[in-house]
């Protein structure tokens, strides 16, 4: 298996990169956590005129047919920064909803605006009493003439405070369904939230919202396929970003620990040091080798890509939690405070490792498609 980057990935890394060393630093982030919107609007446009927006989406959509890999290679550069922006919600996982299961009618009025950076979206599925069991919900799209009247609640919807359009799971007669729901119909309300690493969300109430036939996102009751294929992506580009995370704790370790003085001397000379950050290294290698081999599998359409985006999924959220405490740990009390990004990333990891499944969720996975 070939692990090495194409000449056109490696210029896009480094396009990325540029960026995130001009423009994102930790002044930036905590500036934005306090807005009412959570990123910059204006980053979001240059993203568009920069065409990061349209790299998932096919040739016949207006994009560039990139793949898992690609976005890996994007991730990662936008995980050392802690960008704000919500790629991952809007393009990632929503537009691969809609290039994966939407018609062509609904790809046409859809995916133009958010290749554009006119349109923002957000994926709503957690509910309270469902934990990671995307068939133990409440919310129901009854059928009638007009289409189907939806009722219920969402919970820590990503980027759902601002989200234009929302795709929202709900049981059916023919078992769970996807449907495009607009953020300003009659009947939707939303109750801001802000999630543990800043993220801007909200928690969705659906009251007698009426849909009509065409907001029905590909077949009904199919929801689980779309999800699954979905989230395989996503998950590659989760990873990429925890490996940026990773990359970037490590690093500031590692240079903490060579000014950092004590008895005389650098602690990064202290061998018990030296050893937590070795371990750490290996975490962020181990990291590495799985999103590698879980973006091609993607790319090569393996039946063992499913597989692969599990054990991604649980060593993301094992290596970020170990990494994350022990940046903390080896720059002592100023690790947490507000001004260094080391407790920024820890949060971010904390939650990337929950994000559609923590890691016990998928480790059972893992198990189950093994056996």
């Known amino acids: 298996m070939d692990f090495s980057l194409t000449e056109e990935q490696t210029l896009l890394q ?10 994102c630093d930790v002044e930036r982030h905590r500036k934005l956590v306090k807005t009412q919107q959570g990123f910059d609007t204006e980053a979001w446009a240059q993203f ?12 016949a959509l207006g994009g560039f047919g990139s793949g898992a890999v ?16 919500p790629f991952l919600s809007t393009v990632v996982t929503c537009g691969g909803f809609l290039q994966n299961a939407g018609s062509s009618t609904q790809q046409d009025q859809y995916v133009g605006d958010i290749i554009a950076g006119q349109s923002q979206w957000a994926f709503a599925f957690a509910e309270l009493a469902g934990g990671y069991d995307w ?19 969402k919970l820590a919807v990503l980027n759902g405070h601002c989200a ?24 939707v309300s939303r109750e801001p939230f802000s999630a543990m690493d800043g993220s ?9 919202v009426q849909l009509g036939a065409g907001q029905l996102l590909g077949l009904a009751g199919q929801a689980q396929s779309y999800i699954d294929r979905v989230l395989a992506t996503t998950i590659v580009a989760m990873g990429g970003e925890a490996l940026g995370a990773m990359q970037t704790l490590l690093g500031s370790t590692v240079e903490y620990t060579k000014t950092r003085e004590q008895f005389g001397q650098p602690i990064g000379k202290f061998q018990a040091l030296q050893h937590a950050m070795a371990d750490m290294y290996l975490k962020v290698e181990e ?10 599998l993607i790319d090569e359409d393996s039946e063992q890509a499913a597989q692969a985006c599990a054990a991604l999924k649980v060593k993301m959220a094992e290596a970020g939690r170990f990494v994350a405490k022990q ?23 904390l939650l990337l490792g929950m994000l559609y499944g923590d890691e016990n969720h998928y480790l059972e996975r893992y198990m189950q498609l093994s056996a």
Not at 15 to 22: P, W
């Open 48 to 59: 568009a005129e920069l065409g990061w927006l349209c790299m998932p989406f096919s040739e």
């Open 14 to 23: 480094d396009s990325v990169a540029k960026y995130v060393r001009d423009h």
């Open 164 to 187: 234009d359009f929302m795709i929202v799971t709900a049981a059916t007669e023919a078992g769970i369904s996807l449907f495009i729901v607009d953020g300003a119909q009659a009947g």
């Open 70 to 85: 690609d976005l890996m290679v994007m991730t990662e550069a936008m995980g050392k920064g802690l960008m704000r922006e």
């Open 135 to 153: 068939s133990r919900i409440d919310t129901r799209a009854e059928k009638n003439a007009e289409g189907y009247l939806l009722n219920g609640r």
């Open 200 to 208: 801007h969300g909200a928690h969705v109430q659906l009251d007698n």
């Open 327 to 349: 940046s903390v740990q080896l720059h002592g009390g100023i690790g947490m405070t507000d001004e260094l990004n080391v407790g920024h990333h820890f949060k971010r990891l």
């Open 287 to 296: 990291t590495r080798s799985l999103l590698f081999n879980a973006a091609i």
